[in-house]
């Protein structure tokens, strides 16, 4: 995906009773690198003990073979992290670890917890000592003042004080334990990856099923809103820990961008439900136009929605360098929109001449879509009509996601027709929200704040 300054949260994952566990929880962390690109960990079990490494950078960078041959035991769970509360720091690197009154527990976190300020100053005034910034480390301390020794019946009075969003896996020195917050806000899934010759299988949970995909694990279903599971040697228990669940309040911005097309987020697949989004934004904002191009990768689906639903024909009118690191050498001599065209592409003999619709998932600050727009008009476009697979983004995400303040978000700031003269459209079209909400309806409801600032409440700490 092009960086669109809305930074995609974390990923999770978890394995137990797998003779690769080590390796099958970085080809899943390696499936999911799209949620976190600024650092990776992983925690294995074996013999009530666990070993760890972490590191800043990419999954592929952080581990070598010799790590994973380290990484011994039959359970891991694993974390790719992108920091939306908390600094870079590493001690901020997921999983975090300590060892409790019941022994050693490594836990990972996707989401954000609202209440974090509160409750790390509640939790200093008992004694706390605090290592790192993440608002993750609250659960930590919860755990660790909690005289308890049953570590599932410690986390349900834990998730009583804890405010937000959170998909959690934690390992134990004898389980592995997810839980996701009452309202669902961030995906996690559950599933098998069957390896023996007897019928012999691992349980496997995952923020997305592009894991199991690659790890050849087969969907089971989503750990429910308020579900937490304990897996152990003796197999899987379920419950629900709150006495009455709240509204489903489902992220819809991880089927418009965050996800990857290929899984299956909330029960629901992310590249029909962006389809369906393209083909409602033709219906609702219709162009004359000559030819349908995405603003790759993301808003490939949404334009082959368009496409087919307008009947003006699709073709890949910029084409994407995938090969680009997360820094390069900036060349002495300035090249305008350089940024850019290192990483996007236009066709010049596909452009030339031709009224475009430019269909994108997003549009949040507008100064890359505002340099697309340029590049395509240098490429010869004779028009180019903008077309957004969302609502205007007019708020900030609290939720687990990395987003501009609400100052720096070009519909917060901008009338319609003063973004379009910005970006430098002919013209420029939104999907609507009911047709956005329509799109993912059968996933059942969502949050969706960030466009209409409707956020949830929370009630007080317990």
């Known amino acids: 995906m092009l960086s669109k300054d809305f930074n995609d949260e974390c990923a999770v994952f978890g394995i137990w009773g797998d003779p690769e566990a080590s390796h099958m929880t970085y080809l899943g962390l390696y499936a999911l690198q799209h ?5 990776s960990g992983i925690v294995t079990l074996q013999n009530h003990e666990h070993t760890e490494r972490k590191g800043r950078g990419l999954v592929g960078d952080v581990f070598s073979e010799d790590d994973l041959n380290d990484l011994k035991g ?18 901020n690197i997921h999983p975090l670890t300590a060892r409790l009154l019941s022994g050693p527990l490594a836990l990972a976190h996707n989401g954000n917890l609202v209440n974090n300020l509160s409750l790390r100053q509640f939790l200093k005034k008992k004694g706390a000592i605090f290592q790192g910034s993440s608002d993750t480390e609250n659960i930590l301390h919860l755990l660790a003042q909690d005289p308890d020794t049953n570590l599932a019946s410690c986390l349900k009075r834990a998730f009583l004080k804890i405010q937000g969003a959170y998909s959690l896996v934690i390992l134990s020195h004898e389980q592995l334990i997810v839980a996701r917050d009452p309202h669902g806000i961030r995906p996690l899934v559950l599933g098998k990856r069957h390896w023996g010759k007897n019928g012999e299988f691992s349980w496997v949970v995952a923020s997305e099923t592009c894991a199991f995909d690659l790890i050849g694990a087969e969907y089971e279903r989503e750990v429910l809103p308020g579900e937490m599971i304990v897996i152990d040697e003796k197999g ?3 419950e629900i820990f709150v006495d009455e669940l709240p509204e489903k309040k489902q992220c819809v911005f991880e089927h418009v961008y965050f996800s990857r097309p290929d899984s299956k987020v909330f029960g629901l697949s992310v590249y029909e439900s962006r389809k369906l989004m393209g083909a409602a934004l033709a219906q609702e904002c219709p162009a004359e136009a000559d030819l349908v191009i995405p603003v790759p990768d993301s808003g490939i689906p949404s334009s082959l929605g368009y496409s087919k639903a307008s009947g003006i024909p699709f073709e890949l009118g910029i084409i994407r360098n995938h090969y680009i690191g997360r820094t390069f050498i ?35 600050r507008g100064t890359t879509s505002k340099k697309i727009i340029a590049l395509l008009r240098q490429a010869g476009a004779k028009e180019v009509h903008f077309r957004v697979a969302c609502p205007p983004t007019t708020g900030p995400c609290y939720y687990g996601v990395d987003t ?29 929200e009911k047709a956005l909400l329509n799109a993912v309806k059968p996933a059942g409801t969502f949050c969706a704040a960030c466009f209409n600032g409707e956020y949830i409440a929370f009630s007080e700490m317990a």
């Open 35 to 39: 949620r976190g690109q600024e650092s």
């Open 74 to 91: 039959a359970a891991a769970i694993g974390h790719c992290r992108y920091s939306t509360t908390g600094k870079a720091l590493l001690s």
């Open 236 to 238: 899987l228990k379920s």
């Open 330 to 364: 900036q060349p002495t001599q300035s090249i305008r929109s350089f940024g850019v065209k290192i990483k996007l592409n236009p066709q010049k003999e596909v452009l030339g001449g031709k009224r475009l619709v430019v269909v994108d998932d997003s549009l949040v």
């Open 404 to 432: 501009p303040v609400k100052e720096d978000l070009i519909a917060s700031q901008k009338t319609h027709d003063e973004i379009c003269k910005y970006i430098g459209a002919d013209s420029l079209g939104y999907l609507s």
